[in-house]
C-alpha cells in the first residue's frame, strides 16, 4: 500500500478570462504568477521506461491499414485546410518550437508527490480522481491562455489533461477550467462515446485525452511515437463532431469544414526520405504516415502541439523550427483524408 499525502484543500475557482484566446502558434503568453516560483532547481521525474498509453488495438494505437478508405470529399476538405481563412502556410505547424509557448508540458507524478483537490470550473461533476491529484512540486501549465498540462500518474493508473490549470503559491490550491482523466490500461475512448471500456474515462475536453495532445520528447529521442496525435485546426471546423469526439467547439457551416474527430494521414506512398526532414521531423512524420492525426481542437493556425519542456524547467530542448513539416502541405497528393467515425481498430484482423 502506498502512502496518500493529504489532498489539499478545494476553494472556489476564480475564473481568469484571458482577452486573447489561443490563436497562433506565436501568440503573446500571459504572464506567470508573480506568487507562483516552483523550485526550477528540482528535476522533472521522467520514468526510464514510459508505458504506452492504452490498449495496443484502440483507436488510437492501431495503425491506419495501408487500403484505408478515403472520404468522399477528401479534396474538398484538404483545399478547405489550405485556403480557408486561418489555413496560414497551408501546412501543420509545430506549436512549441523556437520561443513559442504553445506546447504542452508533461510531468510524471509519483506516490511521493502531494496530493490536491483541485477545484474544476466545469459544468459537470469533475472526475473524481480530481479530488486527490498528484501533482509534481515544480509543475506549472504553458505560460499561455490555454493554460495547459498533462500530468500522468502510473501508479494510480490513468492520465489527466488540465486546461486553465492555475497554482496559487499563497493558497497551495490549484485550479483549472477543464479536466479530463483517462485510464492507461482501457481504450482510451470517453465513457460517452458509448464504446468505451471503462466508465471511469470522463471530462470536459469532448474526447480528447491527455496522452495524445502532444508530441513528447522522450518519444521522438526514442525513434518512434506509436499513437495518433491531435491536431487544432486554424480553419473553423465544423459545428458537427465524429467519432471518437463527443463534442465540438468549431463554428462552421460550411460542408467541407472538418469536423472535429476527423482523422488524417500522410499517404503511404509519400517517400518520406526525400523531403529533406530534419531527424525531429522525420520522427513526427512517420507517425503522421502510421497513425494520422486527428482534428480536436481550434486554434489560429493549424499546429501540432510539442512538448513543453522549458514549462518543465528543462530548457528548450527542440532542435527545428515551427515550420518542420511545411514540406508536407496539406494537399491531396500528399495526405489521406479518412472516412467521418473511421475506426481502424474495427478493420483489423
Excluded at 484543500?9 to 503573446?28: D, E, H, I, N, Y
Excluded at 479530488?131 to 512540486?137: A, F, H, N
Aim: charge should be negative; glycine fraction near 8%.
Amino acid at each position: 500500500m502506498h502512502f496518500e499525502p493529504r489532498p489539499h484543500m478545494r476553494s472556489s475557482l476564480a475564473v481568469v478570462v484571458c482577452a486573447a484566446m489561443l490563436v497562433t502558434t506565436g501568440c503573446s503568453a500571459l504572464a506567470p504568477d508573480p506568487a507562483f516560483a516552483p523550485n526550477r532547481l528540482i528535476e522533472p521525474f521522467l520514468p526510464a521506461d514510459p508505458p504506452r498509453a492504452f490498449l495496443a488495438g484502440s483507436w488510437w494505437n492501431t495503425p491506419v491499414p495501408r487500403d484505408a478508405p478515403s472520404h468522399p470529399r477528401a479534396n474538398a476538405i484538404l483545399d478547405y485546410m489550405q485556403t480557408a481563412r486561418q489555413a496560414g502556410d497551408g501546412c501543420v505547424r509545430l506549436a512549441g518550437a523556437d520561443e513559442s509557448e504553445w506546447g504542452q508540458p508533461v510531468y510524471w507524478s509519483r506516490p511521493t508527490d502531494n496530493a490536491y483537490d483541485v477545484a474544476v470550473d466545469i459544468p459537470q461533476p469533475p472526475p473524481p480522481e480530481l479530488g486527490s491529484l498528484r501533482i509534481p512540486e515544480a509543475a506549472r501549465a504553458a505560460a499561455t491562455s490555454d493554460a495547459a498540462m498533462t500530468i500522468f500518474d502510473v501508479d494510480r493508473g490513468y492520465v489527466v489533461a488540465l486546461t486553465g490549470a492555475d497554482f496559487g503559491a499563497k493558497t497551495d490550491i490549484w485550479r483549472a477550467r477543464g479536466a479530463t482523466v483517462t485510464y492507461l490500461d482501457s481504450n482510451g475512448l470517453h465513457t460517452r462515446t458509448g464504446r468505451s471500456d471503462d466508465a471511469r474515462n470522463t471530462g470536459s475536453h469532448r474526447g480528447n485525452n491527455g496522452a495524445t495532445m502532444m508530441v513528447r520528447h522522450d518519444e521522438v529521442t526514442g525513434g518512434a511515437i506509436e499513437h495518433v496525435l491531435k491536431i487544432a485546426s486554424g480553419p473553423e471546423t465544423s459545428r458537427r463532431f465524429v467519432f471518437p469526439m463527443i463534442g465540438s467547439d468549431g463554428d462552421s457551416d460550411n460542408p467541407d469544414a472538418p469536423p472535429q474527430g476527423l482523422r488524417f494521414r500522410i499517404k503511404p506512398t509519400v517517400d518520406l526520405t526525400t523531403l529533406g526532414l530534419a531527424p525531429e521531423a522525420r520522427v513526427i512524420a512517420q507517425a503522421l504516415q502510421t497513425y494520422g492525426f486527428y482534428v480536436g481542437d481550434s486554434a489560429g493556425v493549424t499546429a501540432l502541439k510539442l512538448e513543453n519542456t522549458r514549462a518543465e524547467g528543462r530548457g528548450q530542448l527542440w532542435e527545428l523550427p515551427p515550420t518542420a513539416l511545411c514540406s508536407l502541405p496539406l494537399r491531396s497528393d500528399l495526405w489521406d483524408v479518412l472516412p467521418n467515425s473511421y475506426d481502424p481498430s474495427s478493420s483489423v484482423g
